[in-house]
């Protein structure tokens, strides 16, 4: 069965600090999706990356930047300098490819991130 | 453009009333999902459309009755809730094939009282 595991419940940081929020998954496929996505206090889940299965490369977006690691299983996020507007509940999210194409996403509990001005 | 709109934003009903949850999207994407969220839980998966026709049902209760008129369009008709269903209830699409990230709306908040 497939599991997200994202161990930090809560993280606080000051503005300017650096911050990796952390996500470990399982799953018995080779071929699957992972994915992060953000939740501010609105409510609306913003995509913020995909990364499959067979691309290892780490992804640099602005202050965002993407760690896969398929020997650990895991996909960690940073911010870079972190600003207020980064506060919000992070999901890590994993689905299998090649379901027809609507996709079942198991999504991990969430990380809420505080950043403190 | 990967907007998916939901009203209303907020809806507040009793419990013998008749409401629907309406979702909108214009990127040409063939999925559309509805999830429920609580308070400080992850979405949970409700119901998948494909090509209009109801390819997945986790086992909702069937006060829950979803609706896909076309291919832009899926509603949620609420019938008899409880106050335990009271949730954030977000709508979701995707490409059918190639690019599987879901686009999210920005949800409607649901009380029943």
């Known amino acids: 069965a497939q599991k997200v595991t994202q161990a930090q419940t809560e993280i606080s940081v000051v503005e300017k600090e650096d911050v990796t929020l952390d996500c470990v998954y399982e799953?018995?496929?080779?071929?699957?999706?992972l994915f992060w996505y953000k939740q501010p206090p609105s409510g609306e889940l913003v995509f913020l990356i995909r990364?499959?299965?067979?691309?290892?490369q780490n992804e640099i977006s602005g202050r965002y930047s993407w760690n896969f690691q398929k020997s650990t299983s895991s996909f960690n996020f940073t911010i870079t300098a972190s600003q207020v507007v980064d506060s919000a509940v992070y999901f890590c999210?994993?689905?299998?490819?090649?379901?027809?194409?609507?996709?079942?996403?198991?999504f991990g509990k969430g990380t809420k991130l505080t950043v403190n001005p | 453009d990967t907007e998916v709109t939901q009203t209303p934003k907020h809806l507040v009903m009793g419990m013998t009333n008749k409401k629907s949850l309406k979702c909108e999207q214009h990127m040409g994407h063939r999925a559309m999902y509805w999830y429920k969220q609580k308070a400080k839980k992850p979405p949970e998966l409700m119901f998948v459309y494909s090509y209009e026709k109801l390819s997945i049902n986790e086992s909702v209760p069937s006060r829950f009755s979803p609706e896909c008129p076309n291919s832009s369009l899926l509603n949620l008709h609420l019938h008899a809730l409880q106050p335990e269903d009271s949730a954030l209830y977000l709508c979701a699409s995707s490409q059918e094939t190639g690019v599987p990230e879901q686009y999210f709306g920005p949800g409607t908040r649901l009380t029943v009282t």
């Open positions: 799953t018995r496929d080779t071929t699957y999706y």
């Open positions: 999210a994993l689905s299998e490819a090649n379901q027809g194409g609507s996709e079942k996403l198991v």
């Open positions: 990364r499959n299965s067979f691309d290892e």
